[in-house]
């Protein structure tokens, strides 16, 4: 089993930190010679029948670094998970299975037992939920790779070592507790001890935990869930919107985020009309749009250019096409920049990538604020409001 | 970038090649040889639809949005083909779906729902298509894949013209 173990080690935790481990492990022993395991017979058969998932788990968990959609947020306050947390007690060293409890769907769908029933629960196993925690948390590295997790996991392994006492102090509380009131006072020791949300891969439900000094209370945490899948999107969607680093907080993100949209969409009617426009002009060619050759792009670029009705159409509007050239920019696979804010920002950007010099050209007129055709800005204007 | 460029069923070609069979098409059928104004308009806001259209049928209803442009171009594309009873339908038809989503809404805002940014979330929605029926966490999701596809929207045309 120590075998097992360390090979767990040795893969699981590539570069984590491994003092957290060995506390555990110091830990667990110690609450072993405390209190022998609990003695029904049926962890022990949940164990056996758990135990090859968790290895089948443990290959497949740690190719898969991705976040799994979450249907419904459960309360974690004990009330599915302790038959798992069982599993411990009877295989000691099998810490690998303590975390893997948490995750093998099928065991978890059988095994779950509803809040009023858990009067099977034992103080031995609240002492061994109190262990999960730091489970939990490395079970979470697996299962999301962001390097939020990880600092989180950190921070986590620091407090820990002074929340140690804590702990085993409420595990002692644990322990003399009477089985009805098993959630309450599993509440209660997880918003004492050191726990963190956490989120764990299951088809049916998720579990959360509460944070320390937080409430416990099933919304709150449903609430808590939510809120963090909403700032996860809204990280994402700041990768997404160029020059959105700088700000911070949702209102200004949104905003911004409204104004690519908008400005966007303003661009597509933009070239759409360039595109009337241009049309009739100038011949349009299929070849001129391959869908596979990039390098094609910046070929071609010399030869739109080269039209005069491009040179009209650049003076039209200053916003949209500046808004067009940091597309352009994007397009070039230039890391986009914060390209919306001021020609400076994109005129200077410019001479820095590889473009070609008619693209320069084609800035410098509406640059110079040109007068252009009337019938092409009356169209535009038209084509506004 | 590249791989994108190279996959044959990425969004990007399968707009490209939708948005050119629109334009070829738009260019048979009207071969303009004037630049009137109003001709111009004409051709603009068809190329627009052509746009709009092949985008949302690159997307091909995996997403709310798609849906949700691609039912507004077919309630348009009827109404010009202008059959009353047809219009009655849709009409009717979306109706029932407005009330319904803002029933969804209602719903939503009141099952305690954190609704820390409110009035930008509604700017969100009148921006996105399909916007108005969905909470702040799919909002978010839809914006996302919304705002990648204009953007591959944006960059082909750049080419195209």
Redesign the interface.
Known sequence: MLRGLHSLETCTYNGMDMTVLERQQARLKWQQQQNYGVQNNNPIELCASSVPQIQGFLGSSFGSGQLVEMKKPEVYLGSDDFPKFVNLSVAGPEFSASKMDLVPPEAAADYCISRTSSCQMTAFQTAVMNEEREDVILKKMESTTGRESFNKRKVEAVQDDKCKDKRIKGEVEGESEVKTKCSTEVSRNSSKGNSKASEVQKPDYIHVRARRGQATDS?SLA?RA??E??SK??K??QD??PGCNKITG??GM??E??N???S??R???F???????????VE?N?D??P????PA?VA?FPA?AKSPA?ANLACLQFNPLQK?VS??L??T?HPPQTATEGVASASISIPEQALSSSCITQLQPFSTWNTDPQ??Y??YN??FH | MSPHHLNPSSLKSRFTTRFLRALTNINAQNPISSSSPREILQRYRRIKVAADKSMAYSVRSRRTWSRAMRWKLRSRSWRQASSVRRLKITTTCHQAIMKKTAHERESKTTTGEEVGFGVQTDGLRELVPGGEAMDICNLLDETAHYIKCLTTQVQREQIAS
């Open positions: 919304h609430e939510r809120r899948k909403i999107k809204m994402c969607l997404l919107v949702k209102a949104l905003d985020i409204i690519y949209v908008q966007l969409q661009q597509v009617e070239l759409s009309m360039k595109l009337a426009a241009v049309n009739p002009s349009f299929v001129n749009l869908a596979k050759e990039f792009y071609n739109a491009m067009a597309c352009m994007d397009a696979g019938g092409l009356n169209v038209m084509g």
